[in-house]
């Protein structure tokens, strides 16, 4: 027995291409006081689509905006996880309120989340230059494991099917968001009901969904008339996984161009860079350097984000 423990530990180390698959198949089937992971995807460039982080950022603004992230993460691994999301959101014409809804897809290897949310969020003045808004999403999740693409010691093992089994439940999402011109602050709690997720028939309740907590906040300083320095933070966590938090400080030329670097506790350090054509389209581009021991299995992380507003409503 010690030896085929021996056998199966070396041809894990040698097989560098199923990593990741390993580390997402670990996520969603290991008991819930196991896993050291957290759920939900992660986004270099959170700053500029923070609505799908915080549904009360819908309304926020007063034009409508389409935002596409694509994240490519750990790249060199096969299978490594790749995230893309697409949303929408904007006020009403009239009242203090806003609207909105996103898709995104999360895959890694033989893995997948699919989920669709649609949001509401209440606006409240503050004072002439701070609001208030509440906010909550609710939708579907789905949660998909292909066990075709899973080679195990055992064929036969009955713990994975040799099939696609997927699970779908209700989500929702609650957000707080403090805002102003010149600096903005907000919380919000995901995954509020901590489903199980069904996906074997053996095992049942040890795939549990938690409730994952963020905390943001950033300020905007003018240096002068054409530059600006933005400071901004976002702090995840949920138990039993230890708080992970990114530090990040963008650069803006006459709100045109901008240029940012953010520092991940535990992880990496990005590198971003954007452009903003016309006061319409915004295009941004980041780079994410691992300093976790996985940086010597990947060349880095990319990701794009693509953006644009409508005219204004309101």
């Known amino acids: 027995m010690l030896k085929m423990h021996r056998c199966i530990g070396s041809a894990v180390k ?52 389409v935002s596409l ?57 503050v004072s002439n230059d701070i609001r208030f808004s509440m906010g909550l999403s609710a939708g579907i999740l789905q949660n998909r494991v292909d066990g075709s693409k899973i080679t195990l010691l055992d064929p036969s093992d009955p ?12 989500d929702a999402t609650v957000g707080i968001y403090l805002y102003s011109p010149t600096f903005h602050a907000g919380f919000s709690a995901h995954q509020l009901f901590g489903n199980t997720l069904n996906l074997f028939e053996e095992g049942t309740g040890l795939n549990k969904l938690k409730t994952h907590f963020y905390l943001t906040g950033g300020y905007r300083y003018m240096i002068n008339y054409d530059y600006m320095l933005e400071p901004s933070v976002i702090i995840r966590g949920s138990m039993p996984t230890p708080i992970q938090v990114d530090f990040n400080l963008k650069a ?3 709100e045109l161009f901008w240029l940012g670097v953010s520092v991940r506790s535990q992880d990496a350090v990005s590198f971003l860079v954007g452009y903003t054509h016309e006061n319409r389209f915004n295009f941004g581009y980041s780079y994410d350097m691992s300093f976790s021991p996985i940086r010597q299995y990947n060349s880095g992380s990319h990701e794009v984000f693509i953006g644009m507003r409508f005219n204004p409503v309101k």
């Open 252 to 254: 803006y030329y006459r």
């Open 69 to 125: 992230n694509s994240r490519f993460q750990w790249t060199g691994i096969a299978d490594a996880p790749q995230t893309n999301s697409l949303s929408v959101y904007g006020p009403h014409a009239e009242r203090d309120m806003g609207f909105g809804g996103y898709i995104f897809n999360d895959a890694t290897g033989p893995t997948s989340r699919n989920g669709l949310y649609g949001s509401y969020a209440y606006n409240l003045m």
């Open 159 to 170: 713990a994975m099917p040799n099939s696609v089994t997927s699970s779908f439940s209700p």
């Open 14 to 65: 040698a097989d560098r291409l199923l990593l990741a698959a390993t580390i997402q198949v670990i996520l969603l089937l290991a008991p819930a006081g196991g896993a050291k992971a957290q759920q939900l995807p992660v986004y270099t460039q959170f700053m500029f689509n923070s609505f799908v982080f915080n549904p009360a950022v819908a309304g926020s603004d007063d034009y409508y905006q």
